[in-house]
């Protein structure tokens, strides 16, 4: 529970960092001068679909009204006779519709390449191509995709990305009303996307039997969210709930991961949506409530939909290990969801460039307790104290390398008690070349004090790799390596665990993964875990 004098230094000091950067760049927005050739507008959305010409036949149809219905407006017809007004009307009519039913080629190609380098660093390509959506849909799960936690996706990609996935959909080739507002697309700014848009995600998990499994066997791993995206507003908000892992198989509980909303500060003080700004400006965005802790770069990979393993990794492990389990805690649970504040900065580094940069600044309530009941202490929405943690995560990327680094500190005793600190601290490298290979390393650690007068230090590494054997269906290979070790007063217990297997895209989008799991224990006897995982976003 934040309290006044908590939030008295970092909560503002993140409020006027983010006002400050928005100012500075505010000036510099409404003085340059760009030219369409540097970004999507939101009068591009009208370049999404193509002025064809017609056919010789249908041009002497109407009277010849085609040769003039894309030149004479309704003044100049105004000055033909009746007969003739009604024929131009007529033939340009039949254009405009025709129009409306093709989208542009040159649009559609970019969208595919946007697509193929941005949409596939959190999930196989698959998934969205199964779909089926309008223009107006595609373009508002676009928008809901590049909000979340590490996506680096311009706003001058958005436009080409939905227009590219429309046009792979039959009903808006034939029908330009289909499901509505394909042809608003050829209107730029009357294209209006649904304010409010639902998804879910439903991942079956089965990991064997064995008495020596955590939360072993079936689990329905499934979340529901909600966002409020209203058009040209800078304020969205977002809600999502999960089913819970918690505890030693104790049943099924749901629990909140996000109930937050954002500002864009850009959006605001210059009046201009993100669609309609040159991409290379920097963007911030405020947000407050409950939401995705950005420590590491699998904070922005944990939602089942993303995941291309059976389990997390160890030393973000929730509800998904094996052997000994008390009184060691991971690094931190994922997701780790807390309560808070957070400013998000992101600049392309270069008008030609792919490169960006991100910056995340957060202060939240922070970990709890410490020792073996910290991540049971901290799913509490109420803070234990009246000093909040602070954080903040940078990266560095462009289409295929990512690098990125975490630190988080805060305190978890009790009010009034004495001082018990935690520091946080990670780095990581991620490498994509299109779907054909994924390759991923990072290390987190937490060094803490338990209890008065007590140590302990918690670390983990994390190397995995995914190829690309077959693209029809689509089948690849995943190999990984994790490690999870403790220090201190607490006890030592070194962890290290080999995973292999095979992911199969599917029908309909969903992904098969099969994994076989070898934990190796210094001074216990292995464990073999063999897991399923099937998932299907809606």
Known sequence: MF????????????????????????????????????????????????????????ETEGSNASQYQ??????????????????????RDRSRDRQRNRFNESVVRQGQQFFQSSCTQCHDANRALSKRKTYAG????????????????????????????ASLNPDNQRDSTAGGNAADAQNGTDVQTPP?????????????????????????DAWVGVEWRPNDSPISGRVTACTSCHGVNQGLGVELVEASATLDLIHLLTRRPPSTRCP????????????????????????????RTVSPPMMFNMGRRAGSIFPHQPVLNMPYADEGANLHLRKQLGDCSDWSATFDVYTVN????????????????????????VGGRATITNQKLTVGGSVASGEMQLEGLPIQKYNLAGGDVSFRLNEKLRAYYEYAMRD??????????????????????WEDPQISLLARYDTLDHRGDLGEQNIERFTWGLNFGLYGGSLLIINHEQWKFK?????????????IAF
């Open 366 to 389: 922070g970990l709890q307790a410490g020792g073996p009941d910290v991540f049971l202490a901290s799913r509490s929405y109420r803070d234990n104290n009246s000093d909040v943690a």
């Open 138 to 165: 595609w373009l508002a799960t676009v928008r809901r995709m590049v909000a979340k936690e590490d996506a680096s996706i311009p706003a001058n990609q958005h436009v080409p990305i939905a227009t590219y996935l």
């Open 448 to 469: 803490e004090v338990p209890f008065p007068s007590f140590e302990n230090t918690v670390d983990g590494h994390l190397i995995e790799a995914e190829l690309m054997v």
């Open 523 to 535: 001074d216990l006897a292995d464990i073999n875990v063999t897991g399923v995982r099937w998932t």
């Open 70 to 91: 894309l030149v004479l407006g309704d003044e100049e017809l105004s000055e033909l006779s009746g007969d003739e007004q009604n024929s131009m009307k007529s033939g």
């Open 196 to 220: 409010f848009t639902l998804n879910s995600t439903l991942s079956t998990v089965w990991r064997g039997t064995d008495s020596a499994i955590e939360n072993k066997g079936f689990f329905p």
């Open 3 to 58: 309290t006044t004098r908590a939030v008295r230094t970092e909560l503002l000091l993140i409020i006027a960092v983010g006002v400050f950067f928005a100012a500075s760049t505010t000036e510099m927005l409404s003085a340059t001068e760009l030219t369409p050739s540097d970004y999507y507008f939101e009068s591009d959305h009208q370049n999404a679909l193509a002025t064809y010409s017609v056919s010789d036949k249908e």
């Open 280 to 307: 290379s400006s920097l963007e911030a965005k405020l947000r407050a409530g409950r939401f995705i802790v950005p420590f590491g770069a699998f904070s922005g990979r944990v939602h089942p939909g993303a995941l």
